[in-house]
Each structure stands twice: as structure tokens, then as C-alpha cells.
């Protein structure tokens, strides 16, 4: 009898477990993060109204104490709906604003151009990648340098804002 009663309460007991381990709360735990916290192989997608707007990837991401901001390195970000691929070697995305500062050799690149820095600031929300350092554009007919870019995905507009020289190839 004894053997039966313990045996029920173990399954009980194991049960319970199990359902609470599926059920949402889990996911929905506040966890504090340690300073010395990472993950590698880090994706972060971003949907907006069902559709995804860009994926970010990352070799690895070092948590802040407090996860608000990740640092980055190994970065790529795909921006599908405009066709454009960014890589970095390092950044700092914030969880909050969703804003990636990048830093090193930045590249983005589509079909048609190859643009080229070394820091810029992607305001997801806004669809706004800036960037005050030199830059350069690379076209199948042109190459443009300047000095400071304003890049906004939603107007399908990109400044040059200073220094601008540009050459054009027959």
C-alpha cells in the first residue's frame, strides 16, 4: 500500500513539474543577468504587423548587468524588403530603443551599390542608418566619397552630407 502511495505521489509530482515547465510563465521570467552573461549564435528578429522588417545576427552578444544592451561582434543584418546586407565587426544594440551603434568595417551592400564606414547608428524603429565618418559608394558605373550619411529605408533616400566627390564610369 505504502509502495502504491508513493508511487502515485511521485507521478503527481512529476506531472506537475512537467506542466509548469510548459506552461508561459517560464518564458515570461524577469531574469537578472550577470555581467559576464553571453550568448553565442545571438538572432534578433524584427516584425512589424506580421512581416518581417530585418533579422540581426551576431557570432556572439555580451549582456549588460542590468540586459538592456548587448555588446555585439561578428554582426549581419538582413534587410530583405530593401534588399540591403550589413556587416560589422563589433556594436552595441539596445534592447530598449532598438537602436545598433556599430563600430570597424561596416559594409552594406544590395544588387546595385556597396557603401562602406567605419561607425554608424541604425535607428530600427525609424528605418535610419547615420554615420558621420568618411564614407564611400561603390555603383557598377560610380564611386562616390564623402563625409558624413544619412540613409532613411522608408523614403528610399541616401545623403552624402559633406566633402562630397564623385566619379562616374562610361
Known amino acids: ?11 503527481i509530482i512529476s506531472s506537475a513539474l512537467l506542466f509548469y515547465l510548459r506552461s508561459e510563465k517560464v518564458a515570461r521570467l524577469n531574469v537578472q543577468l550577470a555581467g559576464n552573461s553571453y550568448f553565442e549564435g545571438l538572432k534578433i528578429i524584427n516584425k512589424k504587423d506580421g512581416v518581417t522588417e530585418w533579422v540581426l545576427t551576431a557570432d556572439r552578444a555580451d549582456l549588460s548587468k542590468d540586459g538592456k544592451e548587448a555588446l555585439l561582434s561578428g554582426i549581419q543584418m538582413n534587410m530583405e524588403k530593401q534588399g540591403m546586407k550589413v556587416r560589422a565587426e563589433k556594436g552595441l544594440y539596445n534592447m530598449e530603443t532598438k537602436h545598433v ?12 551599390y556597396v557603401i562602406t564606414t567605419s561607425q554608424a547608428l541604425i535607428d530600427s524603429a525609424e528605418g535610419i542608418l547615420e554615420t558621420e565618418d568618411k ?6 558605373r560610380f564611386n562616390l566619397e564623402g563625409r558624413g550619411l ?5 523614403e528610399q533616400k541616401v545623403r552624402i552630407l559633406n566633402n562630397v566627390k564623385a566619379t562616374f564610369n562610361r
Open 135 to 140: 564614407v564611400t559608394v561603390q555603383g557598377k
Open 1 to 11: 500500500m505504502k509502495k502504491k502511495l508513493i508511487f502515485l505521489l511521485l507521478i
Open 101 to 112: 551603434t556599430i563600430d570597424g568595417i561596416i559594409t552594406a551592400q544590395n544588387e546595385n
Open 150 to 154: 544619412r540613409a532613411d529605408n522608408n
